[in-house]
């Protein structure tokens, strides 16, 4: 191990040992959670020589002061001032204004309510079927034969995307996920096969690929407009497929995870459905898919008493935010009533998820189908982790649907 990076002398504030980026941290991040959040409200990780906020007040902060707390040199743990990005720069997650400003425009412009209204009938559709598949089966892994199956069915599709080479979404999500961290093991693993996946995916970006009409080719249609030039397109299509489907993937997974270990919460919102789409925020808080993101700083900024210098990185742990008992009373109780205005799973501020409509579409019809069907859903089997930089993801979910009598 490299030596502890030693904290600039400007700063004074809590210096911690830990590596949010461990095994064990991934593995069960809550107790190093707590330790974070306790021991101050802004940190040194000396491990990688970067600040660390994890409590809800200063991470909602930090993310809607994009002009002090910056994206345009990455999100990720390596600065775009000093190092060459892994990949072309994303022209929305990590721009700022004004780029960013053109780009979300389009964007959301794209994944609108409207747009939502459009694709609904279809998802439905589809969203039907699977339950029926699933709740026949009875028993079933519910990571690789559903929360992977219906984004994964319905997403590529929305966009535009050909049928052929459709598996190489999920490694390329996995990719980038676990590059917004550092070089470890974990990354090493899931870049090792890199080049057939990345090219496939930067193939599928080009307007002669894309279906008329879907997302990807509307994006190519700003362009013609002249609201975007033609790198921009192709790299708005590229976040679609990067940030639309290892999301929602594991924000199935989670729900599902989330209702197996609690029956009462499943039952309440048989008993009352108008909870189904409140359920989901508060799914996000008790497991955000997203776990962390990284900004950099500015300038000099004071946060409670410590001066984080110009141009140093700081870590926002997003998860750990949305388990704030300051914010969030008991916040390990899950309990879809709750609604957790504020969580953090979806950002906040200018940045903020700008494919949400997407990600509570799907999650909406699929447990609205799966409450018409399923009575209760037990766990067989311990779950395990899939361990990735950014993402709090499940690799296997061992499930029994009990289904409804009718
Ligand atoms: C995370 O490439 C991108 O624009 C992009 C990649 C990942 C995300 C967002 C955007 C937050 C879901």
Not at 172 to 181: I, K, L, R
Request: aromatic content about 10%; glycine content about 6%.
């Amino acid at each position: 191990m490299t030596q502890p990076v030693p904290l600039p002398v400007q700063a004074a504030c809590p210096v911690s040992p830990i590596d949010p980026f461990s095994d064990e941290f991934l593995a069960y991040p809550y107790r190093f959670h707590d330790q974070l959040r306790e021991i101050g409200p802004v940190f040194w990780l000396d491990t990688y020589g970067v600040f660390g906020m994890a409590r809800h007040a200063e991470v909602h902060a930090a993310l809607s002061d994009w002009q002090t707390y910056c994206s345009g040199r990455g999100a990720g743990i390596e600065d775009f001032a000093k190092v060459k990005s892994w990949r072309p720069p994303s022209k929305l997650l990590e721009v700022d204004p004004p780029v960013h400003t053109r780009t979300r425009t389009v964007m959301s412009r794209i994944l609108s309510p409207a747009a939502m209204r459009q694709v609904r009938e279809t998802f439905t559709v589809r969203a039907e079927a699977l339950a029926d598949d699933v709740v026949a089966k009875g028993r079933i892994d519910a990571v690789k034969e559903l929360a992977e199956v219906f984004p994964l069915h319905v997403f590529p599709d929305a966009v535009g995307l050909r049928p052929e080479g459709r598996e190489n979404l999920l490694p390329f999500g996995n990719m980038v996920f676990n590059s917004f961290g550092p070089q470890n093991a974990i990354f090493k693993e899931s870049v090792a096969n890199a080049k057939p996946v990345v090219q496939w995916i930067y193939d599928q970006c080009s307007r002669d690929m894309l279906r008329p009409g879907g997302f990807g080719s509307q994006v190519w249609d700003a362009f013609d407009a002249g609201e975007i030039d033609a790198e921009e397109a192709a790299t708005l299509v590229r976040s679609m497929l990067t940030a639309g489907l290892d999301t929602t993937v594991n924000g199935i997974a989670n729900a599902i995870y989330a209702f197996a270990q609690h029956p009462d919460q499943w039952r309440a919102m048989r008993d009352d459905p108008s909870l189904i789409r409140q359920s989901f925020d508060e799914v996000l808080r008790w497991e955000s898919p997203v776990q962390t993101f990284f900004r950099t700083t500015t300038r000099d900024v004071e946060v409670e008493g410590t001066t984080i210098p110009e141009g140093h990185k700081v870590l926002l742990f997003l998860g750990a935010a949305n388990r704030d008992h300051r914010k969030f009373p008991e916040p390990e109780r899950f309990d879809i009533r709750r609604r957790p205005i504020g969580h953090v799973a979806f950002g906040n501020g200018i940045h903020t998820c700008v494919g949400q409509l997407v990600a509570r579409l799907e999650v909406e019809l699929i447990l609205t189908a799966l409450l018409k069907r399923v009575d209760t859903i037990t766990m067989t089997a311990e779950p395990v982790r899939k361990l990735n930089n950014t993402l709090r993801s499940i690799g296997s979910l061992p499930i029994e649907f009990k289904a409804l009598a009718h």
